[in-house]
Each structure stands twice: as C-alpha cells, then as structure tokens.
C-alpha cells in the first residue's frame, strides 16, 4: 500500500510530506515488522502569513474561536495541495493518507480543571478536507487516543524508531531536533517495553525565537551566527536547573514550556551581553540539555550506546552539530545523520506519520506505552472517508 504521510511541526515552518510503499510481512510476527520503501519526499515552507496566524493561534490568550475553527479548514486545504503536488512529482498515488497537523496545544501532564484532572491536546489540520481533495482515506488526530488511555500523547515518533533501527548487538539513540528535541534510546535487543523515549528539552525552537528577535531573521541559517559568538556557560547551567530537565520521563515538551516566556528569560539572563553571544549560548543549551539528558536517564546501569541518529532541521545548523558532537565524545557515542541510516532527515517524521496511517488503517495500535506512560497500547487517530 502506498501511504502520504504529512508532518508539520511544532518550529511552524512548514509541511513535510512523504511518500512511502509499506507492506505487513505474509505473517507477521509483531506489529514491528513492516517492509518501507520511501518513494519521495518534499517540504513546503508556509507562507509569512499562514506562519504568523499560526503562530498566534498557538498563543491562547489572543486567538479568536471563529480563525481558529477558519484555520483548521484552511491547513486541511495546505495539507491537501502538499500531498497532491508530492504525488505528482513523484508519479505515484497514495491510498492512504497520516496527517498529523499543526499542534496548536499540548499539555501531556495531568492538571486540575473544573475537578478535574486532565491532559490535553490539539493538532489541527480537518481530515475531511485532506479526504475529500485527494480521494482517499485520511487518518488524522494521533494522539488524543493515547492520552485516554492515559498516556502523554506523545511522543509518537519511537514506533518508526524502533521499527527502523532496533538491532541484536548494537545499542542506538535516536535523536530528532525539530522545534523541540526528543530522543529514542533502543538497547541492543530491546523489546518495545525496553524502549526510552522522551522530549529532551529545546531543540530549534529557542534558536529561532532569539535570532528573530535580536537578528530579524526567522532562524540561523547553517548556525553561522552562533558560531561567531561566544557561550555564556554561567546562564546554561542556570537553565539547567529549570524543572523540566529534571523531570523523569516520560516527558514532552512544547511551546509551552519553550516558547516566548522562555526565551524572554533566557535573554534576560544574558543581561547585557553581545547578541551573537546570546545565540550562540541558546544553541549550546541545546545540545548541552541533550548530552546532560543521556547522562541522567538513559545511561543507566551498565548499558553503554554506539550510534547516534540525528534527524529534523537542526541537523542543518552546523553550530549545533559541531557542539553536539563535541558533547558525546566522552558519552562514547558517534553522530550520524539520519540520511546514513537510510532515510533523509527531514523525511523522518513525515515517514512515521504514514506508517501509523498504516497501522490504524489495519486496526493495529502504534503508541509505545514505555514512551508515552500510557496504560496501554492503542489504535492512534480517526478516519475520514473520501
Ligand atoms: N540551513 C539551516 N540552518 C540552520 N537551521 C536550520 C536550517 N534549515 C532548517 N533549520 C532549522 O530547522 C527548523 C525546522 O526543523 P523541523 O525538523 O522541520 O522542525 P519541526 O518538526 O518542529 O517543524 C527550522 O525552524 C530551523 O530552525
Ligand atoms: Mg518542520
């Protein structure tokens, strides 16, 4: 079967679109055995005005219900065009679609409201509307189903993960660095249940918001300005006392843990400093706050790791790999990109949206509950009919 998956995430910069041929071996033995051939891939940046009305969407205190309900029609038609003009660049037609939308709001945590204790979550982007522009099925709106089972509704990304790079001898991290940064570590013959998986904290998302507002420009580009800067490490190993990079996992992070607030803080705490030094130290905390994650939470016991997989955009900011690199040496971990291991980095998020299509299409569940704390597997999303 050929599956559209369709990412955008939460950096808000676009659409990543993949097209995959999956196929369920003739007797499976696990729902971790599924044949991938990616077909093609391509990402379509939003426009600055489709960017920004996101972007306020996601700051609650001045989005309005009527653009937000206008939204969620309008990402059904973006998500929609992306997905046929991917067909047609590539000469191929998907039977399915996984979209998993724009997240507007994720609170994974249990809080009080109205008594009672509740998580919550909103991706938008109507599926009715993907279904009926390209003709075929659309599987949307993953994560609500793992947050009733009492999961964090996320992350969701660790099934592709295990499914792609679980390996008898070889101990592995998989790490993306999208908006937000969140790892998979998969010991050396682990089962789903040995699967850690967790947001390790800011993965573009600080980078972004310091740049545009002290460069004017939407992110930095290759990492050049933080390379020209100096780390104020004083201000990183404040940040890393903030409660969030204690916390256990599971974990999951988002705008709003990282979003304005944060970042206001974080110059503040660079007090007067030069601005490329203040990016460049919002780059180190990402890949400090990574390498101090592994530390803490995943190399445990004796269990030592081998390959680090990095996909998402952040593998293009050259700043951040060199520092990240420089933080796994003592870890004994070797960096690869995600493309070594067979699937482009930016198609990696896109590719696992269509195999958990895939898997709800075929009534299978596809939450890992080791990554999300949920109490049990389950069918992730719903169904829209063309
Ligand atoms: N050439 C580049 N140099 C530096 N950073 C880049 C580059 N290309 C992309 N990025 C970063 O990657 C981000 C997008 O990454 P992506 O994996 O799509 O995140 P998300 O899943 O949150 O949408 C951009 O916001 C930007 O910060
Ligand atoms: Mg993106």
């Given at each position: 079967m050929i599956v559209a998956g369709v990412m955008s995430g939460t950096s808000a910069d676009g659409?990543?679109?993949a097209l995959v041929r999956i196929d369920s071996p003739a007797r499976p033995r696990s729902r971790h055995r599924l044949r991938l051939k990616l077909l093609g891939h391509s990402e379509f940046p939003?426009?600055?005005?489709?960017?920004?009305?996101?972007l306020s969407a996601m700051n609650s205190t001045r989005a309005s219900v009527a653009d937000l309900a206008r939204l969620n029609f309008l990402l059904?038609?973006?998500y929609a065009d992306a997905v046929i003009a991917t067909q047609r660049r590539f000469r191929s037609k998907a039977q399915l679609v996984g979209c998993h939308g724009q997240t507007l709001y994720h609170q994974g945590e249990n809080a009080s409201f109205l008594q009672r204790k509740l998580a919550a979550t909103w991706q938008s982007g109507e599926g009715a509307v993907i279904a009926a522009r390209v003709?075929?099925?659309?599987?949307?709106?993953?994560?609500?189903?793992?947050?009733?089972?009492?999961?964090?509704?996320a992350p969701l990304v660790p099934f592709l993960d295990f499914l792609l790079y679980r390996d008898t001898r070889?101990?592995?991290?998989?790490?993306?660095?999208?908006?937000i940064a969140n790892l998979t570590a998969i010991p050396a013959g682990a089962t789903a249940k040995q699967v850690i998986a967790f947001d390790t904290g800011p993965g573009n998302m600080v980078i972004d918001a310091v740049t545009e507002q002290?460069?004017?420009t939407p992110f930095d580009k290759d990492g050049r300005i933080a390379a020209s800067g100096k780390v104020i490490e004083s201000v990183i190993a404040?940040?890393?006392?903030?409660?969030?990079f204690r916390r256990r996992p599971p974990r999951t992070a988002g705008r709003e843990e990282f979003g304005r607030e944060f970042t206001r803080a974080l110059i503040a705490r660079c007090g007067g400093a030069n601005s490329r030094d203040v990016v460049a130290t919002a780059t180190?905390?990402?890949a400090r706050s990574i390498a101090d994650a592994i530390r803490r939470f995943v190399l445990i016991g004796r269990r030592s790791y081998r390959d680090f997989i990095v996909s998402g955009g952040g593998l293009r900011n050259a700043t951040l790999m060199a520092m990240l690199a420089n933080e796994l040496l003592p870890l004994g971990l070797q960096l690869h990109s995600s493309d070594e291991f067979g699937l482009p980095a930016e198609a990696k998020e896109a590719v696992a949206f269509a195999v958990l299509a895939y898997q709800t299409w075929h009534r299978r569940p596809s939450n890992i509950p080791a990554a999300t704390g949920a109490r049990r597997t389950a069918i992730l999303g719903k169904i829209s009919y063309a």
């Open positions: 659409i990543n679109v939003y426009s600055e005005d489709v960017r920004s009305l996101i059904g038609e973006l003709g075929v099925p659309v599987v949307s709106d993953f994560r609500p189903a793992d947050i009733a089972a009492g999961g964090k509704g070889v101990s592995r991290i998989v790490q993306n660095i999208g908006g002290l460069f004017h404040d940040i890393l006392q903030h409660s969030f180190a905390l990402t």
